[in-house]
């Protein structure tokens, strides 16, 4: 990997990416500007078309309280799709955690039987969790009280 890497930059490629990147993001810094001209022009030709319909005020008044709504509404789709997001990825933490204690529990699992202490150092974390467990069904809160 580093071998093509030191051939990318002695053959001028490394380069002549950099070169494609900035001007790409030239182009579309003046696509964007662009937009965003064309954008304010048409919320203007907008406001002149309210303006005749309406007086000037009730059209100002009416298209910053559309924006204000717009803006309202982005925020709460994002808050949405965020706290989706945040437990979506709290569930894959918690199943990457749970793997990778199952994986160092099957690897550490010959040492313990191998070792002096053998099996009486896997009865009493055992002897907990099913404690736990039990406990955790009994109570009828269902919820790990370690995570308060």
């Given at each position: 990997m580093l071998a093509s890497l030191f051939a990318g930059l002695a053959s001028g490629q490394t380069a002549a990416a950099i070169s494609r990147a900035r001007s790409a993001a030239i182009a579309y810094s003046l696509v964007?500007?662009?937009?965003l001209c064309g954008t304010g022009f048409l919320i203007g030709a907008f406001y002149i078309w309210l303006a005749d319909r309406l007086n000037p005020l009730q059209a100002a008044l009416s298209i910053g309280g559309g924006f204000i709504l717009l803006a309202v509404i982005i925020l709460i789709v994002h808050k949405v799709v965020a706290?989706?997001?945040a437990r979506r990825q709290a569930r894959k933490r918690k199943s990457e955690l749970?793997?990778?204690?199952?994986?160092t529990a099957v690897a550490i699992l010959p040492t313990?039987?191998?070792?002096k202490i053998g099996l009486g150092a896997l009865i009493g974390?055992?002897?907990a969790l099913a404690a736990f467990a039990i406990y955790k069904e009994n109570?009828?809160?269902?919820?790990d009280p370690?995570?308060?």
């Open positions: 964007a500007l662009a937009t706290g989706r997001r749970a793997a990778a204690g199952l994986a313990l039987l191998r070792s974390p055992a002897l109570s009828g809160s269902g919820s370690l995570d308060d």
